[in-house]
């Protein structure tokens, strides 16, 4: 599985999305997305990175896009 599969698939999993609207997705605009939701996104990506996300970088992950960002940060390029 590539990466951009791993990532689309963690929200698809965590956040009971449709493939489809996983790009357009951000906290505001999926109602599965609450802290529950988020904290099932971030474990979902950790494992599927092997990585451990910062407090900092968990509380700024709140969209599809911001997640490219912050992974880059830990060597994860999407």
Do not use: C, H
């Not at 904290?39 to 896009?65: C, H, Q, T, V, W």
Request: proline share 3%.
């Amino acid at each position: 599985m590539t990466n951009i599969e791993k990532y689309k698939n963690a929200f698809v999993e965590s956040l009971d999305i449709p493939l489809e609207n996983v790009e357009r997705a951000t906290m505001d605009s999926v109602t599965s997305w609450d802290s529950i939701g988020q904290m099932s996104l971030i474990a979902m990506l950790e494992e599927a990175f092997n990585i451990e996300l910062k407090p900092d970088d968990i509380i700024g992950f709140n969209s599809y896009n911001a997640g490219f960002v912050i992974l880059k940060k830990y060597g994860i390029e999407i």
